[in-house]
């Protein structure tokens, strides 16, 4: 059964410094998004991600953070300039069909980003 | 915005019983849809039951149902028959017709005894 995979599983990265975090969703999705989870706390939504372009963002999704689909198959999250408190879990999801309430969202195994 | 609540972190049942995992939620939406998801270790949440908010009858799939009580705005998952393989993290999720994002609570960890 097709899965949206994530790579790293697990990334540690100096404070201040760029990260990149690879998604590729299930092949033939149209809507890809980035959650994030923070030890302890809740999954957060951060992005959502339509025909080439952002659709809906959450206010943790500053200008620190971007998204890009650089070919047919991957979904990047990039963190420009990582801070303490951007540790946490992420989650990549995908959706194959409009964004109607009831599709389930398939999502990735999670990328576990440490900063130091 | 809305809120999502699990109110038990942890919980542990006995093999071949049945346990219930809580969840309410926050809403001034009457439309919504309301999702359970299974995380096990070191894996991918995958979708384990779903409700319409506009349906009455509460939804089931196979072992697993929900108690949808939408006055009360509460969502709970009843696992019947418990096996080792239930054994994970449960989120439960809120996700308005008007958006994108799903708001998720906190989880409960639910371990199965042998």
């Known amino acids: 059964e097709p899965e949206v995979t994530q790579t790293p599983s697990h990334q540690v990265t100096q404070m201040g410094q760029e990260v990149i975090l690879r998604c590729v969703p299930i092949?033939?999705?149209?809507?890809f998004y980035w959650y994030r989870q923070i030890l302890g706390q809740k999954v957060e939504f951060l992005v959502s991600?339509?025909?080439?372009?952002?659709?809906?963002k959450s206010e943790i999704f500053d200008d620190q953070f971007s998204v890009e689909r650089p070919d047919g198959s991957n979904f990047t999250l990039k963190i420009r300039s990582t801070k303490l408190e951007d540790s946490a879990m992420y989650f990549c999801?995908?959706?194959?069909?409009?964004?109607?309430?009831?599709?389930?969202?398939?999502f990735g195994p999670g990328t576990r980003l440490t900063v130091l | 915005a809305q809120t999502v609540t699990q109110s038990q972190p942890e919980m542990s049942v006995q093999e071949a019983e049945t346990v219930t995992l809580s969840c309410t939620y926050d809403?001034?939406?009457?439309?919504?849809?309301l999702f359970w998801y299974k995380q096990p270790p070191s894996r991918q949440m995958i979708l384990v039951i779903r409700?319409?908010?506009?349906?009455?009858q509460n939804a089931t799939e196979n072992r697993f149902s929900v108690n949808f009580q939408k006055a009360a705005k509460s969502f709970s998952l009843k696992i019947s028959d418990s096996q080792l393989g239930d054994a994970a993290m449960y989120f439960c999720?809120?996700?308005?017709?008007?958006?994108?994002?799903?708001?998720f609570g906190t989880g409960t960890s639910l371990t199965v005894i042998p």
């Open positions: 999801a995908s959706t194959k069909e409009r964004e109607w309430g009831h599709n389930e969202q398939f």
């Open positions: 092949s033939n999705h149209l809507y």
């Open positions: 991600f339509y025909n080439n372009e952002i659709s809906e």
């Open positions: 809403t001034s939406e009457s439309d919504y849809y």
């Open positions: 409700q319409e908010a506009y349906k009455q």
């Open positions: 999720a809120y996700r308005s017709p008007y958006g994108n994002q799903f708001y």
